[in-house]
Structures are given as structure tokens and as C-alpha cells.
């Protein structure tokens, strides 16, 4: 895969990002040698940049990515983390954190948002030790939708001191909303927004995003190409999800004649969801999460080779 350049960073990332949430047992537990496997089998296939957060698992994200990319060199890799949600211990475990944050782990930890500059420096240095790293490449502020202010006054400042100091290489937000992440592209010096669902085959609500990361000379990494499974199958099923809940039937009638068009042109669609955010060149790479080595070796393929142009042409007119 041939890397793309960051905004006007110098850090760099491959076309396809592994998303670390799955490998923190996101929903359901994931062993450790599945774990490895799946990150070992990401590397194998060329993905070069890996992207976890503290809120994955309470931390147990970080620490399998560490573990599986302890032996790579340091300067092949990209890794981001993110900043906003510090983990505390709990003072009244319930035993599984399922209900409270998705994740099947023991809930001895909890998340409490801080967005302040304290709150950001001991998030990095939590993460770092978990990483087993010395250093992570980008740091997004994470989800700030209650507390945009004091991510936009407080925690990227603090962050873009970090990089203008040479700690990390490049700083930015990841939300799944376009609203806030075009007033953090207007007010913040962020090289990267990560938006996840907004910019897909069959959402493409973050347009304008892309239009205004372009203008200020910033990057997207487009999150979740499957849109939290509906495009993940050649056909849609009757229970497949969209945005973490069950797909709307207006938006999985759509996704299946998306899927129709892939067939016509000998291919699938998780193929064309995939490809689809690469197509705009204000999209440095796109992130999904992966359970498997067989997943991972699926998207890697998908990403080699794009479609042909009249499959394109047709989708988009099946988009409107």
C-alpha cells in the first residue's frame, strides 16, 4: 500500500488504518491469540497504521496493540490514540462493562471525560505505558460532543503544543457528527479529523467536512467504511446494523441496490465500501475495525484494487 501524507505533517499513513476497538472485546470477548493473529495479519498484508483509544476495552486495546507490535520497527508503524476519557478506578464494579461502554471486560476502571490540559497530558502518559511506546504518532480529542469547548479551547492547544514540540507528529478530533468536527476545523490548528460513518458509501453527509478540511489543508480519515455492518456483506441481511443500531428499511433497501450494482460489475459490496472514501483526495486513509485475520486480509485486498470507472458512475447514480 502506498502511503499518504497527513495534512502537512510529516507523519504518514497507509490507505487502509486497522481499527483497534474490536481487539478490546468491543461487544463480544476476543482471545489474546485471536488478537495477535489479527494485528500480525494487518501487518502481513501492509497496513501501516493502527488506531486505539483508552475508552477500547479500558485500555486492554493499547495493551494487545503494544503486545502484537513490540517486535515491528518503530519507524514502519503509525499509531494513533486518543485524549478526553482518563480511566479511574471504579468504585462500585458491576463486573462487565457491556452496559456502560460496550465492551465485554471486567468494569474495574471508568471513564471520566476531561478535556482540560492536565487532563490530556495524563491521558497521553496512561497510554503510553500501556502501549509499551515512547512516543504515538497522532492524538485525537475523542467524542467531545458535550464538551467541544474545552476540547477546541483547552485540549487541542494543549496537544498542538506537544506537537509543535516535537512530542507527537500530528493532533486532531474524531467524532461521529459533521457539525462539530467543520467548527473545529474552522476555530483549531488540527492537521486530521476522523470522522466515523459520515463518509461512506452510503452516508456521504460529511461533504462539507471534506470541503473545509480542504480549504484549511487538513486531513480526513474516514472511520467505519461498513457503517457499523451494513455494508460489510455482498448482500445486506434483514438484521444488519447501521450506525450502532438496527439498519432504518429505507437505508437497508438502499445499501442492497448498492449491492446489486457491485454484482453487475463483478464485485462485492464491502469491496466498493471500502474503496469509496479513498476516491477523494482530502482522505488520507480509512479506518475499520477488524475481529479476524480473514477480515483483515479481506479489506487489504479490497483496497489494492479499486473498481472500474462505470461502477463507479452507477453508484453514484443509485446515491442521487
Known amino acids: 500500500m502506498t502511503d499518504r501524507r497527513l495534512g502537512r505533517t510529516k507523519v504518514r499513513v497507509s490507505p487502509l488504518g486497522f481499527g483497534a476497538a474490536p481487539i ?3 461487544y463480544t470477548p476476543l482471545d489474546e491469540n485471536q488478537a495477535l493473529a489479527t494485528v500480525d495479519a494487518a501487518w502481513d498484508a501492509g497496513v501501516r497504521y493502527y488506531d486505539t483509544a483508552p475508552h ?13 507490535l513490540a517486535h515491528r520497527p518503530r519507524a514502519e508503524f503509525t499509531v494513533s490514540t486518543k485524549v478526553g476519557r482518563l480511566l ?20 474495574t476502571l471508568v471513564r471520566r471525560p476531561d478535556y482540560s490540559r492536565d487532563g490530556v497530558l495524563r491521558s497521553l502518559e496512561g497510554s503510553l505505558t500501556r502501549l509499551g511506546l515512547d512516543r504515538v504518532d497522532i492524538v485525537y480529542v475523542h467524542d ?11 485540549a487541542l492547544p494543549a496537544l498542538a503544543a506537544l506537537r509543535d514540540q516535537g512530542v507527537i507528529g500530528a493532533i486532531g478530533v ?18 486530521a479529523v476522523m470522522v466515523a460513518g459520515r463518509w461512506t458509501l452510503a452516508d456521504r453527509t460529511a461533504r462539507p467536512l471534506l470541503d473545509a478540511c480542504a480549504g484549511r489543508g487538513a486531513s480526513v480519515v474516514a472511520a467505519a467504511p461498513f457503517n457499523s455492518g451494513l455494508l460489510s456483506r455482498p448482500r ?26 457491485c454484482a453487475r460489475h463483478g464485485t462485492v459490496l464491502p469491496h466498493a465500501a471500502v474503496r469509496f472514501p479513498l476516491r477523494d483526495p482530502v482522505v488520507a486513509g480509512v479506518v475499520a475495525g477488524f475481529r479476524s ?28
Do not use: C, I, K, Q
Open 24 to 26: 478490546g472485546n468491543l
Open 56 to 68: 477500547y476495552g479500558l485500555g486492554l486495546s493499547e495493551r494487545r496493540l503494544g503486545a502484537a
Open 88 to 107: 479511574e478506578p471504579h468504585p462500585a464494579p458491576t463486573g462487565s462493562d457491556l452496559a456502560a461502554g460496550g465492551f465485554a471486560v471486567p468494569d
Open 144 to 154: 467531545p460532543d458535550a464538551h467541544l469547548d474545552a476540547a477546541v479551547t483547552e
Open 174 to 191: 474524531g467524532m461521529n457528527a459533521v457539525a462539530p468536527l467543520l467548527r473545529v476545523v474552522a476555530e483549531a490548528d488540527v492537521d
Open 236 to 261: 445486506p441481511p434483514d438484521d444488519a446494523f447501521f450506525d450502532y443500531g438496527p439498519a432504518p428499511e429505507a437505508m437497508l433497501l438502499h445499501a442492497r441496490r448498492l449491492a446489486e450494482v
Open 293 to 320: 485475520p480473514a477480515e483483515v486480509t479481506s479489506a487489504a485486498h479490497w483496497v489494492a484494487g479499486d473498481l472500474p470507472e462505470a461502477a463507479w458512475r452507477d453508484l453514484a447514480a443509485v446515491a442521487g
